[in-house]
């Protein structure tokens, strides 16, 4: 898969790794290659097992059936849906 420009930082139980991003890749599977072992179950937008804080950049789920429009403008992310547009700063720690 061709690499974007960009790069997601990731904090996971007080890890913090910064990785490049994959074109298309969701910020779950950028996590899973980064080494960590984020949380999530149903991968398919539904349950909000895999949320997560975006602190900065610019994220789009491609699905949300989990997260109401104050959630996401709060910064909560469904990562199994959640595909950067920019570079991005995440924690899953919140």
Do not use: F, K
């Not at 960590?36 to 097992?49: D, I, R, V």
Request: aromatic letters at 4%; glycine letters at 8%.
């Amino acid at each position: 898969m061709a690499s974007s420009p960009w790069t997601a930082t990731i904090t996971l139980d007080g890890t913090t790794v910064t990785v490049s991003l994959n074109a298309g890749d969701t910020l779950l599977e950028t996590a899973r290659r980064a080494g960590l072992t984020p949380p999530y179950s149903c991968e398919a937008g539904n349950c909000g097992t895999c949320i997560a804080t975006v602190t900065d950049g610019t994220v789009t789920m491609r699905i949300n059936e989990a997260l109401d429009d104050s959630e996401i403008n709060d910064g909560l992310v469904l990562t199994c849906q959640g595909v950067p547009e920019t570079d991005v700063t995440l924690t899953y720690d919140d």
